[in-house]
């Protein structure tokens, strides 16, 4: 069985930063793509960046320069460096991760205050 355990959401204030952290355990035997999404209140959830096991990636142009993806593969983790956040930013925040199949992690919440 497959785990994904976010941690790093919560309450700031615009232009401010916070860190995502997604980390992924069970049995696996390889990460293809992992990635994060995002999800408002009454919105579809959306991409917000993802990265393949070869470190290409690839972003939202809603956060292009503001959010960095990156992933450790020796602890199957995967981070969001979310600087310069908007309050446009608030959403629920869900870790997606491909292997055979796709995981969903139980998402976290950012809320950017103005």
């Known amino acids: 069985q497959v785990q994904l355990v976010e941690s790093g959401g919560g309450l700031v204030q615009a232009g401010g930063s916070l860190r995502l952290s997604c980390a992924v355990s069970g049995s696996i035997f390889s990460i293809n793509v992992m990635g994060w999404y995002r999800q408002a209140p009454g919105k579809q959830r959306n991409l917000v960046a993802n990265?393949?096991?070869?470190?290409?990636?690839n972003y939202a142009d809603s956060v292009k320069g503001r959010f960095t993806i990156s992933r450790d593969n020796a602890k199957n983790t995967v981070y969001l460096q979310m600087d310069s956040l908007k309050p446009e930013d608030t959403a629920v925040y869900y870790c997606h991760v491909v292997t055979r199949y796709a995981y969903w992690g139980q998402g976290t919440q950012v809320t950017v205050s103005s």
């Open positions: 990265i393949n096991s070869g470190g290409s990636t």
